[in-house]
């Protein structure tokens, strides 16, 4: 079982840059604008690379108090004492996730547009479960669509916070937040184009009237 929850709001996923400086500006951006969690993701870095930017933005989410969670990666994870982890259909068994974090950090499960998949989750031991795509992705322009319904029964049936991904952006972001949806996570929407810290707080206002 998880003792740690994830809290409502802006759930930030940092984009496959190698350039840590720009990483770090961007994200500090993104943290200072309201973000509630940050995930570190990155499908471009080495190992190396992937320690060096896990480490820097371990200590810029201490210092806004936002929890780390780690994409796919549970020894990066126990290495830096990040918050979470979180794990996608094929990247590691849940229930062996737990018993190595332990009760007290965030395990999230990608659950794509399963609602059978997000039960087994949570019994596992998921903190949270995400599905999507919710809109059509750039990131992932081939993922599954989670239509909004899934969203809704999802909300009504489990005792873990849902989290929406796949191309939300702040207009299209309605829907899912009247469905019950207590976490947004973006990638795109936040980087692409620039301006970052305007981007973020648009995101953080849609959950001050919600």
């Given at each position: 079982?998880?003792?740690a929850?994830?809290?409502?709001?802006?759930?930030?996923?940092?984009?496959d840059?190698?350039?840590?400086?720009?990483?770090l500006?961007?994200?500090?951006?993104?943290?200072?604008?309201?973000a509630?969690?940050?995930?570190?993701?990155?499908k471009?870095a080495?190992?190396?690379?992937?320690?060096?930017?896990?480490?820097?933005?371990?200590?810029r989410?201490?210092?806004?108090?936002?929890?780390l969670?780690?994409?796919?990666?549970?020894?990066?994870?126990?290495a830096?004492?990040?918050?979470?982890?979180?794990?996608?259909g094929d990247?590691?068994?849940?229930?062996?996730?737990?018993?190595?974090?332990g009760?007290?950090r965030?395990?999230?499960?990608?659950?794509?547009?399963?609602?059978a998949?997000?039960?087994?989750?949570?019994?596992?031991?998921?903190?949270?479960?995400?599905?999507?795509?919710?809109?059509?992705?750039?990131?992932?322009?081939?993922?599954v669509?989670?239509?909004?319904?899934?969203?809704?029964?999802?909300c009504?049936?489990?005792?873990?916070?849902?989290?929406?991904?796949?191309?939300?952006?702040?207009?299209?972001?309605?829907?899912?937040?009247?469905?019950?949806?207590?976490?947004?996570?973006?990638?795109?929407?936040?980087?692409?184009?620039?301006?970052?810290?305007?981007?973020a707080?648009?995101?953080t206002?849609l959950?001050?009237?919600?």
């Amino acid at each position: 079982m998880s003792t740690a929850y994830l809290p409502r709001g802006l759930y930030a996923i940092t984009p496959d840059w190698t350039d840590t400086d720009r990483l770090l500006t961007a994200v500090e951006q993104v943290l200072a604008a309201g973000a509630v969690v940050l995930q570190y993701r990155n499908k471009l870095a080495d190992a190396d690379l992937r320690l060096q930017q896990a480490q820097a933005l371990q200590a810029r989410c201490r210092y806004h108090h936002v929890p780390l969670i780690i994409n796919d990666h549970l020894e990066l994870a126990l290495a830096i004492d990040a918050d979470g982890l979180h794990l996608g259909g094929d990247d590691g068994e849940l229930a062996a996730a737990r018993r190595a974090l332990g009760p007290q950090r965030l395990l999230g499960a990608s659950c794509y547009n399963q609602l059978a998949l997000a039960q087994s989750a949570q019994a596992a031991g998921a903190s949270y479960v995400a599905f999507g795509a919710a809109y059509v992705s750039a990131t992932k322009p081939s993922a599954v669509q989670a239509p909004l319904a899934l969203y809704q029964a999802a909300c009504a049936q489990l005792d873990c916070p849902v989290v929406a991904i796949g191309g939300i952006t702040p207009l299209n972001a309605g829907p899912l937040l009247a469905a019950g949806v207590p976490s947004l996570a973006v990638i795109g929407g936040l980087y692409e184009g620039g301006q970052p810290a305007e981007r973020a707080a648009a995101y953080t206002a849609l959950f001050e009237h919600s």
